[in-house]
């Protein structure tokens, strides 16, 4: 099956067709709100807290034979068409990946942002990969998420994890939102890595999994 099929199937038993957009911490009852390096200036340090911690939250998640859906979902207008974007998107592909890129589904759809003073006639492609978690170079793509790889980041990202029933989405290098129909699987993360969640949204992830009193 087509990987953007398989995903919207996906999308549609696990999570009521949550729409893959920002923020999606608060699209979905259930989920956290992570602080990657929203108070480094330097850039050495933050590049280096970014890998840290979105690595040992990915590492708690994900394992070597999860099955993951790699999203990238690219804006396009008159002035700025999907060609600018086509070769990109395929390094960007060929570089995360350890295996043939060649089944990158394709899939044309409304913009997810629409502006009622926008004149502009905006379109949005997402374009999906499934694979096994052991063929994708997720040092990599903290690499090209925080601007240090030769890759450049393009449009918006969403990692799901099929087998654990999560979404990531990582919407720039200050942050990274997580949801789960699996409360077991994010207590597990809240617990090991309270430290980093975000503090403005603490009282509302608290609540989440703190006992009611």
Not at 94 to 108: E, I
Not at 122 to 151: A, H, L, P, W
Request: hydrophobic share 35%; proline share 3%; glycine share 2%.
């Amino acid at each position: 099956m087509d990987p953007n099929e398989e995903l919207n199937n996906f999308l549609t038993t696990f999570f009521e067709n949550v729409d893959l957009k920002s923020p999606l911490f608060y699209n979905y009852p259930t989920g956290i709100r992570f602080d990657l390096a929203s108070d480094i200036e330097n850039k050495v340090l933050r590049t280096r807290q970014i890998e840290h911690r979105f690595l040992k939250i990915w590492e708690a998640i994900t394992k070597s034979s999860d099955l993951v859906y790699f999203i990238v979902f690219i804006d396009c207008w008159e002035g700025n068409p999907q060609s600018v974007f086509e070769k990109n998107i395929a390094e960007l592909y060929n570089t995360l990946f350890n295996k043939d890129t060649d089944n990158v589904s394709l899939l044309k759809q409304d913009y997810r942002y629409p502006d009622q003073d926008d004149t502009d006639e905006v379109k949005t492609f997402r374009y999906c990969i499934k694979v096994m978690n052991i063929d994708f170079d997720v040092k990599k793509f903290i690499s090209v998420f925080s601007g240090t790889g030769e890759q450049t980041a393009l449009g918006d990202f969403f990692i799901i994890n099929e087998t654990k029933k999560v979404i990531i989405h990582p919407y720039d290098i200050r942050g990274m939102d997580i949801i789960s129909n699996d409360l077991k699987i994010l207590k597990e993360i809240y617990t090991i890595h309270n430290e980093w969640i975000l503090e403005f949204d603490r009282d509302k992830i608290d609540k989440i999994f703190k006992p009611k009193e």
